[in-house]
């Protein structure tokens, strides 16, 4: 079975879990945390009019209400069917002509170069062994000036017992991914250090 054929079965099993265990506490309060630290980062960005959003890594599609606040369409890629299923049944029926959904590799994403005005990786960086692979490619599809929120797993107890999943986990540094990110030409409009998961929003320079 190939990486990706595996990666996608691995979270079809834990599909139905996963949406559970964001509504059980402790898990719930760390979601809840997460959520309200994100909705904080977006605060200076409620009266933009974004056109074409990306949503990487879209799992259940638990970023798709906020993106759809701030953006006239959404592309939402993941590697799993499973979870690609569930999204497209909770938000694609109420808004058809705003969202597509796409099952791709966030190594590879299938849309051309400088596409997006918007891009959410919410909880994808921790699954790259090299971040600076994610990071090119999302550098690669946005638009100058294209706004980019993306999250980082620190190093800690917590995010230690996620391998007990069984799926690789890679911790990356808040400071190696900034400077990481400031070669590419991306500035650092702010960020968000929580217990789970570090939060930037980045934007990308114009060319």
Known sequence: MSEAA???HNWGIRAKSYHLRTRIPPFSWVYEAEKNALQNLLLPF??????RALDLGTGRGDSLPILLSLSQTISAIDLSDEMLRYAKETYQADQPERISFHHADAASIPFDDSYFDLVFSIGLAEYFQNPKILLNEIRRVSK???VVILTLSPENFG????????TPIYFHSHVNFSEF???????ILDSSKLYSQHIFALQLEKK
């Open 46 to 51: 409620k009266n933009f009019h974004f056109q």
């Open 159 to 166: 995010n230690r017992l996620r391998k007990l999943w069984g």
């Open 181 to 187: 990110a400031m070669t590419l030409g991306f500035n």
């Open 144 to 146: 100058p000036q294209a």
């Open 6 to 8: 595996t990666t996608n």
